[in-house]
């Protein structure tokens, strides 16, 4: 499986919509940002990762080059879902892995706005003046069908994924989803890089505007710009620099890529459970620990049924218990498991090609004990998680440096 | 009565009451309702055509608020076991109302009217009665 793989340096930016800034201040600011927290610079990087969505057919990793350093280096632009920056992560590492650079860096940047709700679903339809009816492309339809034959709009289909959750086990229902949001707006006041840091009360989070049940507005996570970037080293190459670069560094125990594998329903409504519940799987064989051996996990929380699901998924609760395990208070950062004490993507925004970064950098600050006042005290192993439709789903585990 | 059309070509309004047809895997059964160049479950390459019977329950749905028409839509568990999506109709888009594990039929109803007069047919799952 080649060396050990670890984060050298890690950055982020705040999450937020900026005006000021474009997709490459963004992406310069978090690997530059990066680099320096490595105490490397951009000649030592052998291998450059990009992870965009919004302009993934852009060269966004050569202009970032143009803005960094170009120094000739191979550049992946990568696009999976928003799956997207934790691909940029692992092609990086696997880069290291396969011995064709002992360091590299990996940045996963976006620049949405104000885009409104994602995904829609494709249909019929003709663009000129006179109506008829004609069938096209796979279904034979003759006019869109999102919204006549159910959602494929991401509220819809994460909604529908806890309610099928709800459905096949006891304890959950709307409550259960709001305190998961209820949970993640507290964590984000302690958090001054997320795009939210309000606390809400559960009436205020049910109460909120309807979007899709049973997710309010309250449980969607926002659209948003941000940039989040990670300089990796090759274990052989760490141990020739600096003991504090040695102490700060963060092992990479564990790095998996999934998609979906077929299950009967799986074209019908997406996924969202196989195809982590075997990331995880996978992720625990490769890092040696379990579930119970987490002390802090960042997970896709792209609405409150998500998280919801994947407390299961990931095994942080008994199979069928993540209603029990929030209504307990298991994932809050002072319970069994804390979950998303950066807020996660319900307040600290969701800029889809950064999020997968982003979280790497929530965990690997947390087991160097600089998170500051979200620190969770003694952190030794972390567990990232997101997922993107299409699917692919990437899981790491970190582990923080040994004496 | 002039000209229908169904509004996605996996609807059969010409051959006894109105029911749903999946392309089946001649190798291992699974069931698609979109045109395949091959088997995402074994790989087959042959397909068969498989009507689909028209009840079955509700196994997950949501209510999309942010519209000017709050609609529900759901995943259906057939009889047979294939899942479809549709809307929920027949019953207030509230979820005090409709309920998971509910037991529900395919019914028919007009999606418009094009400028040659066809009429699309859509289908949804009301709850049984």
């Given at each position: 499986m080649g060396q050990d793989v670890w984060v050298l340096g890690t950055h982020m930016t705040r999450f937020a919509r900026y005006d000021d800034k474009d997709l490459i201040d963004l992406g310069s600011e978090a690997c530059l940002g990066a680099l320096d927290d490595g105490g490397v610079t951009i000649h030592d990087m052998g291998v450059l990762a990009s992870g965009n969505l919004g302009e993934a057919a852009g060269g966004v990793g050569q202009r970032l080059q143009k803005q960094i350093g170009q120094t000739g280096i191979p550049v992946y632009n990568v696009a999976n879902a928003c799956a997207t920056g934790a691909t940029a992560f692992r092609t990086v590492l696997l880069t290291i892995k396969a011995g064709e650079a002992d360091m590299g860096l990996a940045v996963g940047l976006e620049q949405m706005g104000k885009m409104g709700m994602l995904g829609g679903g494709r249909g019929g339809g003709r663009g000129d003046g006179r109506k008829v009816f004609t069938p096209r492309g796979r279904y034979g339809a003759v006019m869109g069908v999102e919204g006549r034959i159910g959602t494929g709009m991401m509220p819809g289909v994460f909604a529908q994924a806890g309610m099928e959750y709800a459905y096949e086990n006891d304890g959950v229902g709307f409550d259960q989803f709001a305190k998961v949001a209820e949970k993640n707006h507290a964590h984000s006041v302690l958090n001054p890089l997320a795009q939210y840091q309000k606390e809400f009360s559960i009436d205020e989070i049910k109460q909120?505007?309807?979007?899709s049940y049973p997710n309010t507005l309250l449980m969607c996570c926002p659209t948003g710009d941000g940039a989040a970037a990670a300089v990796l080293v090759g274990e052989e190459k760490l141990r020739s620099l600096s003991k504090e670069q040695q102490q700060r560094a963060v092992k990479v125990s564990a790095s998996v890529l999934t998609s979906d594998p077929w299950t009967e329903s799986c074209q019908v409504q997406p996924d969202v459970n196989t195809l982590t519940r075997n990331a995880a799987v996978q992720a625990y064989e490769q890092a040696g620990v379990g579930p119970e051996d987490l002390d802090l996990v960042e997970l896709h929380d792209c609405f409150a049924t998500a998280e919801l699901v994947h407390y299961d998924n990931l095994q942080l609760c008994e199979p069928g218990g993540a209603g029990d395990f929030i209504d307990s208070g298991?994932?809050?950062?002072?319970?069994?498991t804390p979950v998303n004490v950066s807020g996660g993507l319900l307040s600290k925004g969701h800029p889809l090609g950064a999020t997968g970064i982003a979280n790497i950098y929530e965990v690997a600050t947390h087991l160097r004990g600089e998170a500051g006042d979200r620190q969770i005290e003694g952190a030794k192993v972390g567990l990232t998680h997101v997922i993107g439709l299409g699917s692919a789903c990437g899981v790491h585990i970190l582990e923080k440096a040994a004496g | 009565m002039g000209k229908q059309i169904p509004i996605v070509d996996y609807l059969v309004l010409d051959d006894g009451d109105p029911h749903l047809m999946a392309h089946e895997c001649s190798e291992c059964g699974a069931r698609y309702f979109d045109r395949r160049n091959a088997c995402a479950s074994c790989g087959g390459r042959e397909f068969t055509q498989r009507p689909l019977p028209t009840d079955g329950v509700l196994r997950t749905f949501t209510i999309f608020g942010r519209s000017d028409k709050p609609f529900a839509s759901g995943v259906v568990e057939l009889s047979d076991g294939t899942s479809v999506k549709a809307n929920i109709v027949g019953i207030d888009p509230d979820p005090d109302r409709i309920e998971l594990g509910m037991k529900v039929d395919m019914t028919t109803f007009s999606a418009g009217t094009d400028d040659d007069g066809t009429e699309a047919i859509c289908f949804g799952f009301a709850p049984s009665s």
């Open positions: 909120a505007e309807m979007i298991g994932p809050w950062r002072d319970g069994r | -």
